[in-house]
């Protein structure tokens, strides 16, 4: 098997700007940039964190990866495959978390997962013995209970357990702890951690919670207005400010980081 | 062979989720059913009124087969359209449709699976319908070409599939007013295609656009095997043009389907929020 995951090579994404005077400091002849010549290697087992705030272009990022958008500029390459070329190979070894946990709110869990199995080419007798393995070890009873009934933290476990039932080997979780209270981040968090290990893939997670990128991921990298300004583990990262912030966390770098970005890019915009 | 055994099952995938929804959103089938039989009864109560209204002495009964069959056609085929030019503003609606869009499979598989449950349901709804509409006025099919007419049926069935596949890339090209469209489709289908009344009575550019209507076909072939007992090789004549429709139709259907799909990839319209 292939040893890189995920290459990523100057991926860009703009997108025809919806409010442009909202938008302005990022508008190029009436287009927002999302994602900008991003480039990026994820090792095989890895987790991989992208660390942004808000709109630094995250979702498009794991869009352009999961097939759902295509890049203008770039190439991207998953386990060797070019996601142009090779699409629906690709789409066999990925699975993508949303923040919104994407269910058919009236159906149960059951029936939802039983649909994602299919969709992947399970059988029915296969498909409804693992997802009730899948629920009893999630502690979930109520297999025919609509899912809108559940806790959206329990929802976002159900997600990551649908999207782990096919196998796939780089799951693309976004912001997958967003909107949660902190003991179901906490449990959602062990619970990537747990399913992780079992199967031994390889995760690519998003996220603006700097605890989160810290805790989860081997290694990090900041996004920001749709570019990547400094890749490296969480440590690697902190000594870059060593210098300047004593004890730094993730958020300090950020600040640091960003603060700098946030004035160079202004004044790209006044140049042109 | 693992090829089309995988297809076959997201196939499957397809028709088994819509039935699902169909029985958890078990209030609104209820709606929909009651709706469809109180409009079925209330044109064929027309049919039965026509002597009084008139005040002329009418075939009474020859009115109200002529009204039913066009009710329950028109209730089967917009069935037909519905369900399928829905799929992706229903899925857009949930939130589910990056979800669907992500799986491996091949979209004429996700065509076929939703095709085939819209057609069972259609089906099925419409056996619901004429079982109430029976129950209410004295109906004799005893002399009707029924084999012939289900046969025109199902061929009518495959255009309107196309069409409604045409239809449903519109709430992916406009994902704000894009089911609207599909709805302005669906009632100038109804308009020109002869389900109340003969497409003779319409103005002559209407007429002309009645030809491009598979249901123009379907309705016209219905009337002549059910009211007038002809046999099944009399109704060549309009099961041709929809064979020709279907051919055209659905290969057209997938094609701009699929354009369509990448330029909502490049454009970024698959997303609702988030
Ligand atoms: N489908 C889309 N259509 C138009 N603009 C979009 C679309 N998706 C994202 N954007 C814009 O791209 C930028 C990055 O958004 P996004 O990738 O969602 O950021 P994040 O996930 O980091 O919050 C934002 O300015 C957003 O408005
Ligand atoms: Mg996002």
């Known amino acids: ?272 | 062979m693992s090829f089309w055994r995988r297809e076959l099952r997201a196939t499957y995938a397809f028709v088994e989720r819509n039935w699902n929804m169909v029985k958890r959103y078990w209030g609104w089938e209820v709606v929909w059913i009651t709706y469809s039989i109180v409009n079925s009864l209330a044109i064929t109560f027309i049919g039965a009124g026509m002597e009084k209204i008139s005040g002329q002495p009418m075939n009474t009964q020859y009115l109200i087969l002529y009204l039913l069959v066009g009710t329950l056609i028109w209730s089967y085929l917009s069935v037909v359209f519905d369900s399928i030019s829905e799929m992706i503003a229903w899925e857009r609606w949930e939130g589910t449709i990056e979800y669907t869009f992500m799986a491996p499979v091949a979209r004429p598989t996700h065509m076929i699976g939703t095709t085939l449950f819209s057609v069972s349901y259609g089906i099925l709804r419409t056996l619901i319908i004429l079982g109430v509409v029976t129950f209410f006025f004295q109906i004799d099919l005893s002399r009707a070409n029924l084999v012939g007419a289900m046969l025109v049926l199902l061929i009518g069935s495959v255009s309107f599939i196309g069409f409604g596949i045409v239809a449903a890339v519109l709430p992916l090209l406009f994902p704000e007013r894009g089911s609207q469209m599909t709805h302005i489709i669906e009632a100038l289908l109804l308009l020109i295609s002869g389900i109340y009344y003969p497409i003779s009575v319409l103005p002559d550019w209407l007429q002309k656009i009645s030809m491009f209507s598979p249901a123009t076909y379907v309705l016209e072939a219905m009337r002549e095997a059910i009211l007038y007992s002809k046999g099944t090789s009399d109704l060549l004549p309009y099961v041709w043009p929809l064979i020709a429709m279907g051919f055209i139709t659905i290969p057209f259907g997938l094609l701009v389907f699929g354009i369509v799909e990448r330029f909502a990839k490049k454009t970024g319209r698959l997303k609702r929020s988030g």
């Open chain 1, 1 to 272: 098997m292939h040893h890189l995951a995920l290459n990523v090579q100057h991926v860009g994404k703009s997108f025809a700007s919806e409010e442009p005077w909202l938008k302005r400091l990022r508008r190029r002849n009436g287009k927002v940039c999302a994602v900008s010549d991003v480039s990026f290697q994820v090792k095989r087992g890895e987790i991989y964190g992208i660390l942004g705030p808000n709109g630094s272009g995250k979702s498009t990022l794991i869009r352009c990866l999961a097939t759902l958008l295509i890049p203008d500029a770039g190439r991207i390459e998953i386990f060797g495959h070019d996601l142009q070329r090779d699409e629906k190979t690709v789409k066999r070894l990925i699975n993508r978390v949303s923040v919104d946990a994407a269910f058919f709110k009236k159906l149960s869990a059951m029936e939802n997962l039983l649909y994602a199995a299919r969709l992947y080419g399970m059988d029915g007798a296969t498909a409804r013995k693992r997802i009730r393995e899948i629920l009893e070890r999630l502690g979930i009873k109520e297999l025919h209970q609509p899912l809108e009934h559940m806790s959206r933290g329990m929802q976002q476990k159900v997600a990551i357990a649908r999207a782990f039932l096919n196998s796939p080997i780089l799951l693309l979780l976004d912001e997958p702890t967003t909107g949660l209270d902190p003991r179901s981040k906490r449990e959602v968090q062990e619970f990537v951690l747990e399913v992780r290990e079992d199967h031994d893939a390889t995760v690519l997670l998003t996220t603006h919670d700097m605890d989160e990128a810290d805790k989860l991921c081997n290694r990090v990298a900041i996004i920001d207005n749709g570019k990547i300004i400094a890749e490296d583990t969480s440590q690697g990262l902190k000594n870059l400010i060593q210098d300047r912030v004593p004890n730094p966390t993730l958020e300090d770098v950020f600040m640091e980081l960003t603060g700098k970005q946030l004035v160079t890019e202004e004044d790209l915009v006044s140049e042109t």
